[in-house]
């Protein structure tokens, strides 16, 4: 029994208030609105429509002023963190989600006690120290709610803060209690809850409005007057924010931020919300973990095993974990999907279905015997006690991404994905290029290049008849013929069909394949592939007719164009566009 759960046992406490919670619900299947069994699965969502707003939501999340009254100087605490703001409104549009709080604080909120002296140097290295701290990893970072018609991606800044001071957001109540001789800290997030992963340009606007926070108390602290027409150009640049257009590939964002000379300009690449991913995540990975370690994730991966992301930087941790996506691609992963999980809930990483996870924690007493823990800040793997199968020419792909690898180790000082996002791009489309080629040789070479010898045929009596023989295909019904001989011709749900499959795999192939098409990461892609083909097949049956080509090799090639196609342009719950 964990840890979690004998403090579970002993009494009430935070995690025991989110029991009932949608998230609670979702991770375990019980939500009623949504699949059971999908939980916080990135399967469950789809790729947002490009249009609406920016953001869904506006947050400021910390510790209410009352918390002063009970905290202790020299005795750190931590708290549970509340929504202090957001935009729009409440009443207009109401939040969802009452666990976002949490994901805003994976570690928890501490508050700290500095006294004061004449200097107040401690105090003021907090409020007014090098602004390059805000745009550290540590303070800024990403995490993803999923379960949903979309995907969510909460976009967060924290900013250490007096608990006393509730910025330009929120109006200060009328009395506050003193406590004496000292000043009580404790962190504040900025976040943006939005459908778009356009992370450089949210984190971009979030800056500048901690930039314009900070420039206020400035202000204050130098005797400045005109405290509320500073504060309401923060807001401002929130609305006008919200008011422009999401950005297309067609039609990029240009933004004039509200009282500076300056604007923002974001040029939408082409392609999907994985490509997005992989222009923040990629590079990152890439820095931080060794070319074996990175090849020894995706097999981990391509095989459903559960994965546990871990750091102490709670943005390398979700910029590795968010990497993930687009290192799929053109596959989704099925399990539960949460690139950085709150020390709260660190009970779910005891669940027993195949899950990716990010933490910052990792429980003593946590059952690690079937799980991948990938320790970032060490460039370890440790991997289950079972075996884990050998990726297919492993050695060749790790040959087409070695100089990407080195090319990164040498020209990215550090792995900060906002910073080093302008440099990303060539980096990002090589190694994008090189996963995507070698998912299309598997699919091609080891999987296709089999598939017709095992299909079986949908009608052993018209076995050798031309297709004008079959009444099916007549032109009265051109379609339900046709449907029925793609559908029928193999079934990767079937496990003779599969075994029949994979006995004619190379051997050195065969465990890893055995595993790889039994996953539900494979099964869910080839019955969305197999869906479009029949489709297609439907649409092509007078061609069928005319120059009587095997529906097995119709079904091959339909395969293996479509394959290629979705594996260029995805959308986000995987099917075909």
């Not at 469950?44 to 947050?59: K, Q, S, V, Y």
């Not at 079937?370 to 079972?386: E, H, M, R």
């Amino acid at each position: 029994m964990s840890t979690i759960l004998k403090r579970l046992s002993r009494g009430k406490s935070i995690a025991d208030s989110y029991k009932n919670s949608p998230f609670f619900k979702r991770f375990r299947g019980e939500d009623e609105s949504i699949d059971r069994g999908t939980g916080y699965a990135l399967a469950n969502a789809i790729r947002p429509t490009r249009d609406g707003t920016l953001f869904e939501h506006f947050l400021v999340v910390g510790l209410p002023t009352d918390t002063v009254s009970r905290a202790r100087p020299n005795r750190p605490e931590k708290c549970q963190p509340q929504v202090l703001f957001q935009y729009p409104p409440n009443e207009e549009k109401p939040l969802k989600h009452d666990f976002v709080a949490n994901f805003c604080f994976p570690r928890g909120i501490e508050v700290v006690c500095h006294e004061r002296t004449k200097s107040a140097s401690d105090q003021l290295e907090l409020m007014f120290g090098q602004f390059s701290k805000v745009e550290g990893t540590d303070s800024s970072f990403i995490f993803l709610i999923s379960g949903e018609e979309n995907i969510l991606y909460g976009v967060c800044v924290l900013q250490p803060e007096l608990i006393t001071d509730y910025s330009s957001f929120v109006a200060a109540p009328p009395t506050l209690t003193s406590r004496g001789v000292c000043d009580f800290f404790a962190p504040r997030c900025y976040c943006f809850l939005s459908r778009f992963p356009f992370f450089s340009v949210h984190f971009e606007v979030l800056y500048s409005i901690l930039a314009r926070n900070r420039l206020r108390r400035i202000s204050l602290a130098v005797g400045v007057q005109d405290e509320e027409k500073k504060g309401e150009s923060e807001i401002d640049l929130v609305k006008a924010y919200y008011q422009k257009e999401v950005p297309t590939e067609s039609n990029g964002l240009k933004f004039n931020l509200p009282g500076e000379l300056r604007s923002l300009e974001f040029v939408c690449p082409p392609g999907d919300e994985d490509r997005q991913m992989a222009e923040w995540g990629l590079v990152t990975l890439f820095k931080l973990l060794s070319l074996k370690n990175i090849m020894t994730l995706f097999t981990c991966v391509m095989l459903e095993k559960s994965i546990i992301f871990f750091s102490h930087d709670v943005g390398l941790l979700s910029a590795c974990t968010l990497s993930i996506i687009p290192l799929l691609r053109p596959y989704v992963f099925q399990g539960p999907f949460i690139p950085v999980l709150p020390e709260e809930f660190l009970e779910f990483l005891e669940s027993p279905v195949p899950y990716v996870i990010g933490a910052t924690h990792l429980p003593e007493d946590l059952i690690r015997e079937d799980k991948v823990i990938v320790d970032i800040d060490n460039d370890t793997i440790t991997l289950p006690t079972t075996e884990i199968s050998k990726l297919p020419e492993q050695k060749k792909l790790m040959s087409s991404l070695e100089p990407y690898h080195e090319a990164i180790a040498e020209k990215v000082q550090k792995a900060n994905p906002y910073k080093n996002m302008p440099k990303n791009h060539e980096f990002v489309i090589g190694i994008s290029a090189a996963f995507r080629s070698y998912q299309c040789w598997v699919m091609d070479e080891v999987i296709i290049r089999h598939l017709d010898g095992v299909a079986p045929s949908s009608d052993p009596g018209n076995a050798g008849k031309s297709p004008e023989n079959s009444p099916e295909e007549t032109s009265e019904h051109p379609a339900s013929g046709s449907e029925n001989a793609a559908a029928k011709k193999f079934d990767f749900t079937d496990p003779v069909q599969v075994e029949n499959l994979i006995s004619q795999m190379p051997k050195d192939y065969r465990n890893f394949m055995s595993e790889f098409l039994k996953s539900q990461l494979f099964i869910s892609y080839a019955e969305k592939l197999l869906d479009a083909i029949r489709k297609k097949i439907l649409h092509r049956a007078p061609h069928l007719r005319t120059h009587q080509r095997s529906r097995s090799t119709e079904v091959i090639d339909s395969f293996m164009k479509v394959f290629r196609d979705m594996s260029i342009a995805t959308n986000g719950s995987g099917s075909p566009t």
